[in-house]
């Protein structure tokens, strides 16, 4: 199996249980700002696996102002730190049990995240799930972030893998028009949002966590 399929992580929402703690810090700030909590949600949701500067144009359109997006980004980041201060940063389950099975079937695993890459990095090592990548990217690495395919055609690039054995396991709307349009396997493990019908017609399947992921390329293998 080792020759036939590369495969590629997004990290928030897939690797890591980290969506919900950003939702829950602007659930937490909604009021302090004066939104309602449920527009605080489509906030968070609308910016679900883009890059930082695609999330700071989200953000001021949706706020009104760059002063507010900036005094947002700074409550939301303490919150989010104050979690994670407090709990460790959250492991999604499976997912040490898909990397190490990756990990043993020698297959090339690369993380393309939207976060930025020194995060991205400190969170991975903070996890200890590290060494399980031969290629980690961060969104700032590209001009273009998610949907647009460029960090997961530079991940297959730097894997020397052709696009067309990658596999990307997504959780975003965005991640999954992403991987298709690079020409991809996209495979969605729903976080914050359930997909709809534009979404299953592009992933390759969907399932409900990272242990069916196993399975399916388990499957693969013994074909």
């Not at 930025?116 to 969104?139: C, H, N, P, S, W």
């Not at 596999?167 to 396997?185: C, P, Q, W």
Request: aromatic share 8%; glycine share 6%.
């Amino acid at each position: 199996m080792n020759s036939e399929i590369a495969v590629i992580f997004d990290m928030d929402g897939i690797l890591l249980d980290t969506e919900m703690i950003y939702m829950y810090a602007w659930e937490d700030l909604a009021p302090k700002i004066g939104i309602e909590v449920q527009y605080a949600r489509e906030i968070v949701l609308a910016c679900t696996g883009t890059n930082s500067a695609t999330t700071k144009k989200i953000m001021i359109e949706m706020l009104g102002s760059e002063e507010a997006y900036e005094k947002s980004v700074e409550l939301s980041r303490q919150c989010f730190h104050k979690y994670i201060n407090d709990n460790g940063i959250p492991v999604k389950k499976y997912a040490r049990k898909i990397l190490q099975f990756l990990h043993d079937k020698k297959v090339p695993v690369g993380l393309a995240s939207s976060t930025k890459e020194a995060v991205v990095r400190q969170q991975m090592r903070d996890t200890g799930l590290y060494d399980y990548f031969d290629v980690i990217l961060g969104g700032d690495n590209v001009v273009n972030g998610k949907p647009a395919p460029d960090i997961f055609l530079d991940c297959a690039e730097r894997l020397k893998a052709d696009p067309k054995i990658c596999y990307v396991i997504e959780d975003s709307f965005n991640g999954i028009r992403a991987a298709h349009a690079a020409g991809m396997h996209p495979i969605m493990v729903p976080d914050l949002m359930q997909p709809d019908d534009e979404i299953r017609g592009l992933a390759e399947a969907v399932f409900p966590d990272l242990n069916e992921v196993v399975k399916f390329f388990d499957n693969i293998q013994q074909r």
